[in-house]
Structure formats: structure tokens, C-alpha cells
């Protein structure tokens, strides 16, 4: 199964995470698109990630990649909002 969390190359003792190691996914014009948030999905990550990718675990991936447009992962998902998405099999062959 693989890590579906944003500390997915973070370390990890039995207490608390190491100093925390990004996942690199590049931007890549060619297959990223963008979505306009729609009223289902404002302030919910979760089930656009979840219709989007199949689970709603990577939440993560939407600020990841609008880290401008994002700064809290919930309520700056809003309605009229467009972000930049990478398609699941993008995403699927770096997590």
C-alpha cells in the first residue's frame, strides 16, 4: 500500500516525526489542469480529493500545488476559487 500522507519521506522514531522531508512533485504544464471550485466543495478538501483521486487523504495535494492561493487547507478552499490539479496517475507515480 502506498503512503498517502504529505510526510510520506519525513522519518519517523516511535514518539515523533524527524525533521520534515517534502515530497517533490513537480508542476508540469502539460498535464496539470484546472477546476474551478464548485458550492460541493467549498471548505470540504476531503471529498474533492476523494472524487478526484478515490480517497480523500490527499487533501494535501490542493494546497500543495496552489500554495499561493492556500494558506489554511479548508477554509481557503472556497466556492469561484480555481486551482491547479495533477491527474490522478501524475499524482499516483510520486506517492
Known amino acids: 500500500m502506498k503512503n498517502e500522507s504529505l510526510y510520506m519521506n519525513t522519518n519517523q522514531t516511535t514518539d515523533f516525526l524527524t525533521y520534515y522531508v517534502p515530497v517533490k512533485i513537480p508542476l508540469n504544464d502539460s498535464t496539470d489542469y484546472i477546476i474551478t471550485i464548485s458550492p460541493t466543495y467549498h471548505n470540504k ?41 495533477p491527474t490522478t496517475e501524475r499524482l499516483l507515480r510520486y506517492v
Not at 47 to 74: H, M, Q, S
Open 45 to 85: 478538501p476531503g471529498k474533492l480529493a476523494y472524487d478526484l483521486y478515490g480517497n480523500e487523504n490527499y487533501r494535501w495535494v490542493f494546497r500543495y500545488f496552489n500554495n499561493d492561493k492556500i494558506n489554511d487547507p479548508i477554509f481557503d478552499l472556497v466556492q469561484g476559487m480555481s486551482i491547479i490539479v
